[in-house]
């Protein structure tokens, strides 16, 4: 069955970083787009960051570019996202998803709890 893991969440200081894991099983990794989609107290799901199959290319939320880079590694089945810069507002659960760029998002993982606080 497909399991989807995150790992990495924290604590961190206005201007610090953090990077996020997440460890896939269950399905073939290196054929499937991945994303991450993030939810703030009290707000919906906010999409993040999705990657390509191949790991080639990446699309940010506007909010993020320049700060956050999605990567992966095809042989560990795992995605990273690195978080630098980081401000409250980024504050949020966060999740990775099977699926994006052009595919729907069909598996979650549980999340891992970001808070960007000083």
């Known amino acids: 069955q497909v399991q989807l893991v995150e790992s990495g969440g924290g604590l961190v200081q206005p201007g610090g970083s953090l990077r996020l894991s997440c460890a896939a099983s269950?399905?073939?990794?290196?054929?499937?787009?991945m994303s991450w989609v993030r939810q703030a107290p009290g707000k919906g799901l906010e999409w993040v960051s999705d990657?390509?199959?191949?790991?080639?290319?990446?699309y940010y939320l506007d909010s993020v570019k320049g700060r956050f880079t999605f990567s992966r590694d095809n042989a560990k089945n795992t995605l990273y996202l690195h978080m630098s810069s980081l401000k409250p507002e980024d504050t949020a659960v966060y999740y990775c998803?099977?699926?994006?760029?052009?595919?729907?998002?069909?598996?979650w993982g549980q999340g891992t709890q970001v808070t960007v606080s000083s």
């Open positions: 998803a099977k699926g994006g760029v052009v595919a729907p998002l069909d598996y």
């Open positions: 269950g399905f073939t990794f290196s054929e499937n787009a």
């Open positions: 990657i390509n199959s191949s790991g080639s290319s990446a």
